[in-house]
């Protein structure tokens, strides 16, 4: 079985390298880090991920942004976006649907959990 292919998104050096410990741990994820939302742009249309996770607040192109670009492009229109973001109260959530995003992972995280979580969040998407 090949690993699912996550790209995440987050312009904090820390938050990076815990999402791809947490991830990593797990054999069947296979992650890849990108800290701006020009570079995630790039780096999906090149390498096709399952999933990307993007973070809400970055510099220069934030994550809602940086997801219409995602959508305008056929090649990276119907890759499943989770949002990791400590704005998560239901309105907020429900714009972020609104924008495109399959969902959302509040931050802070637990990063001993967060590979579940993710497995969680694929398994309902392949269930829709």
């Known amino acids: 079985m090949n690993p699912i ?3 995440h998104v987050d312009d904090e050096p820390d938050i ?6 947490s991830l990593g741990l797990s054999p069947e994820f296979r992650v890849r880090a990108c800290s701006s939302g020009a570079e995630a742009i790039a780096a999906a249309a090149e390498w096709s991920p399952e999933l990307i996770l993007l973070d809400v607040m970055m510099p220069r192109m ?4 940086t ?3 995602l959508r305008k492009d056929p090649r990276t229109a119907a890759i499943p976006v989770l949002f990791m973001t400590a704005r998560a109260q239901s309105r907020e ?3 972020f649907i609104a924008l495109g995003a399959q ?3 509040s931050k802070p995280f637990d ?3 967060l590979a579940g979580e993710v497995r969680q969040r694929l398994q309902a998407l392949e269930r829709n």
Do not use: A, C, F
Not at 16 to 21: A, E, G, L, T
Not at 62 to 65: E, L, V
């Open 93 to 95: 959530i429900e714009q």
């Open 16 to 21: 990076r390298d815990i999402v791809d410990i």
């Open 111 to 113: 990063p001993m959990t």
């Open 67 to 69: 997801l219409l670009h």
């Open 5 to 7: 292919r996550v790209l």
């Open 62 to 65: 934030d994550g809602p942004t």
């Open 103 to 105: 969902g959302v992972i």
